[in-house]
C-alpha cells in the first residue's frame, strides 16, 4: 500500500480480555516500530524490529504486551488481559531500507479503549 | 540515544514566525535531527530533518549551530492550521535506530 496501515482503527474492550493489532508497513521497509500514545502525552516507546535481527523489546510495559513480525511484513502487537490503563492509540511506523536520518512513517493508529 | 529537551508549550499569532529550539547535548557524530509534526488523532509526520547548519523546504527551516548540542525548528508565517505538537528526534541513521520521542512541544497558533 501507500502507507503504513493499521487496524482496527478503533477498538472497545472489556477489561481482562485479550487484543490483537495489526500494522501492515510500507513496503520494502525493513525497521518497524510500535508506539504508545495516552490522550494528551508524548509517544511511548513499546518495541522495534530490524529486519531479521531479535526485536528491540525494551519498551514493553510488562509481560501482557508482546509482538510479533514474520520477515518485512506485517506486524502484530497482543494485549492480553487488557486493563483500563492500557487505553491509548497504539502507533506503528517503518523506515526504508538504508533510509538516511530518522525518516519514519506512521499509521494513523489504532485507538484501544478498555472499559 | 542522544536525550531531546524542548519547551513543553509555546503560543504564538498567525502570521507570527515561531522558532522552537530542541536542546542535545549528548549527541553522537552520526545523529542526525529531525522534526515531526502530530496534529490530534493522527500519527506524527516528517517535518524537517538536518545534520548541520542550515536546511530549509517548503515547510520549514532547520537551524543547526556548529557544535550540534541543540536545534531550533522554525516556521515562517504560522497559520491556525499549524496549531500541533512538535517533536525533535536525534538519532543514527544507519543500521540499529531505536527512536525514542520526547514529550514534544505543543504549539498553539492564536487569530
Known amino acids: 500500500g501507500a502507507g503504513v496501515s493499521q487496524s482496527p482503527s478503533n477498538k472497545v474492550t472489556e477489561k481482562g480480555k485479550d487484543v490483537e493489532l495489526r500494522c501492515d508497513p510500507i513496503?520494502?521497509?525493513?525497521?518497524l516500530y510500535w508506539y504508545r500514545q495516552r490522550l494528551g502525552q508524548g509517544l511511548e516507546f513499546l518495541i522495534y524490529?530490524?529486519?531479521?535481527?531479535?526485536?528491540?523489546k525494551s519498551g514493553l510495559p510488562s509481560d501482557r504486551f508482546s509482538a510479533e513480525r514474520t520477515g518485512e511484513s506485517v506486524s502484530t502487537l497482543t494485549i492480553q488481559r487488557t486493563q483500563q490503563e492500557d487505553s491509548a492509540v497504539y502507533l506503528c511506523?517503518?523506515?526504508?531500507?538504508?533510509?538516511?536520518?530518522?525518516?519514519?512513517?506512521f499509521g494513523e493508529g489504532s485507538w484501544l479503549t478498555v472499559v | 540515544l542522544a536525550k531531546t529537551t524542548q519547551p513543553i508549550s509555546m503560543d504564538s499569532y498567525e502570521g507570527q514566525e515561531v522558532n522552537i529550539t530542541c536542546s542535545h547535548n549528548?549527541?553522537?557524530?552520526?545523529?542526525?535531527i529531525t522534526w515531526y509534526q502530530q496534529f490530534p488523532s493522527q500519527g506524527p509526520r516528517f517535518i524537517i530533518q538536518?545534520?548541520?547548519t542550515k536546511v530549509t523546504n517548503e515547510v520549514a527551516s532547520l537551524f543547526i549551530p556548529a557544535d550540534r548540542k541543540s536545534s531550533t525548528l522554525s516556521l515562517p508565517r504560522v497559520s491556525l492550521s499549524d496549531t500541533a505538537v512538535y517533536y525533535c528526534?536525534?538519532?543514527?541513521?544507519?543500521?540499529?535506530?531505536?527512536?525514542?520521542f520526547g514529550a514534544g512541544t505543543r504549539l498553539a497558533v492564536h487569530p
Open positions: 538536518g545534520y548541520k
Open positions: 528526534l536525534v538519532g543514527f541513521s544507519g543500521g540499529y535506530n531505536k527512536l525514542i
Open positions: 511506523a517503518s523506515r526504508p531500507t538504508g533510509s538516511s536520518g530518522n525518516t519514519i512513517y
Open positions: 513496503s520494502g521497509h525493513t525497521a
Open positions: 524490529f530490524q529486519g531479521n535481527s531479535a526485536p528491540d
Open positions: 549528548n549527541i553522537a557524530t552520526n545523529d542526525y
